[in-house]
């Protein structure tokens, strides 16, 4: 019988350590309720680089699928899914703590929010009068999206092909509010516009040049849509701008010299008077060298502005390499960096002063969540965690 005991303690304690390794995911909170614990999902260029630096020094050959980040009372951490059903918790410092054989177990946490409770809803007179504020704003960051999103502009006139088949023609950038106009005027409508083609589109090429193509086909719409990830992001990855006034030598050898940003409109201006003309509306325009660039330099520690000659296009494009491979690796690593002293926002600062003037604030972290939502992370000495939203109002 002892025996038998025996095994069933045995068995019983296996199991727990198992229970345990599978389900003990605050573990990496030490000192937390867990029921106190709530998990944000991360946009993962927002996983503090330090962890970021582990995962790619220790697991090199795999990537990350979600991030998240787990907020207690009196700390925080974060958690990564790699691509190999692993998932590896750190701590508040970015810290390797441990790593288990399965997703991290998000279900086992609250889900944070930023939104207010039933209770404090508004009216549904406000409610109502909101909602097309809302559905306006909605619209302007979609368009935002979109233009962030796409390597091109169109160049004006062109013509929008409305939900109801109406047509808007946009010739200056205030005809823009027509379309603005038209969705207020017809709120329930979410389809967007259509681009009647063929259309001229100002492009930004792999080069980072600028120059003006016809589309004609939805197809080739499509290629280029498709195409813009790349460019898009090479564009992004620039760390310098050129200095004005400098030139550009368009396709049929005239210049146009560039004093101030308006002055850009100018080589538009060109490719509309010059779009009949197959041999030079494909050409993009060529940067006249010698110019001066301002750039970003280390120097003792610290960041400063300098200014380079460049004398060539080799140059150019040696410097605008360096660039991907520094500033735009750089850049996505440091975007949830611990903050401290004047790094902290000022409204954050404010708060803090006014609210707890005996405390002290040992770090904060910039994160943003994979919907997009901003929002910091506060170490206070004695008071632990807060959270604040964009606008420095205190988070729940």
Not at 190 to 219: C, F, N, Q, W, Y
Not at 255 to 284: A, C, G, L, P, Q
Request: glycine share 4%; charged share 40%; aromatic share 10%.
């Amino acid at each position: 019988m002892n025996y038998i005991k025996s095994i069933s303690l045995s068995i019983f304690t296996l199991l727990f350590i198992i229970s345990c390794n599978q389900f003990g995911d605050d573990f990496k909170l030490p000192g937390e309720n867990p029921k106190d614990i709530i998990y944000f999902e991360l946009d993962n260029d927002y996983l503090a680089p330090e962890s970021k630096e582990f995962i790619e020094t220790n697991f090199s050959s795999n990537n990350v699928n979600t991030s998240y980040v787990l907020i207690g009372k009196k700390t925080y951490g974060f958690e990564a899914d790699l691509d190999n059903q692993m998932s590896l918790s750190f701590d508040e410092d970015g810290n390797y703590k441990l790593d288990r054989d399965h997703p991290f177990l998000k279900d086992n946490y609250k889900k944070g929010k930023f939104n207010n409770s039933d209770s404090d809803k508004r009216e549904d007179k406000d409610k109502r009068e909101d909602k097309d504020k809302e559905e306006d704003k909605d619209r302007e960051d979609k368009d935002k999206e979109d233009k962030d999103l796409r390597c091109f502009e169109y160049v004006m006139p062109f013509s929008l092909m409305m939900p109801d088949s109406s047509v808007i023609i946009i010739e200056k950038d205030s005809d823009k509010k027509m379309v603005d106009l038209w969705y207020r005027n017809n709120s329930q409508t979410e389809k967007r516009p259509r681009v009647i083609l063929p259309a001229s589109v100002s492009i930004i090429d792999e080069e980072g040049d600028e120059k003006v193509i016809e589309i004609t086909k939805e197809e080739e719409m499509r290629e280029l849509i498709s195409s813009c990830s790349k460019i898009g992001e090479k564009d992004k990855e620039r760390c310098f701008e050129i200095v004005m006034p400098f030139s550009f030598s368009m396709p049929d050898s005239s210049i146009i010299v560039i004093e101030e940003e308006e002055d850009h409109k100018k080589i538009e201006e060109w490719y509309k008077n010059n779009r009949d003309t197959s041999i030079f509306s494909m050409k993009r325009p060529n940067l006249v060298f010698p110019v001066y660039i301002i750039m970003e330099d280390k120097k003792d520690g610290e960041e400063e502005a300098v200014t380079i000659k460049v004398n060539n296009e080799d140059e150019m494009k040696k410097i605008s390499m360096d660039c991907t491979v520094k500033d735009g690796k750089k850049g996505k690593k440091d975007r949830s960096k611990k903050l401290k002293g004047n790094e902290v926002p000022e409204c954050i600062i404010e708060f803090i002063t006014s609210n707890y003037p005996e405390d002290k604030i040992l770090h904060s972290r910039m994160l943003k969540t994979k919907s997009s939502e901003i929002f910091y992370i506060v170490k206070l000495e004695n008071k632990g965690i807060l959270k604040f939203d964009q606008d420095c109002e205190l988070l729940d």
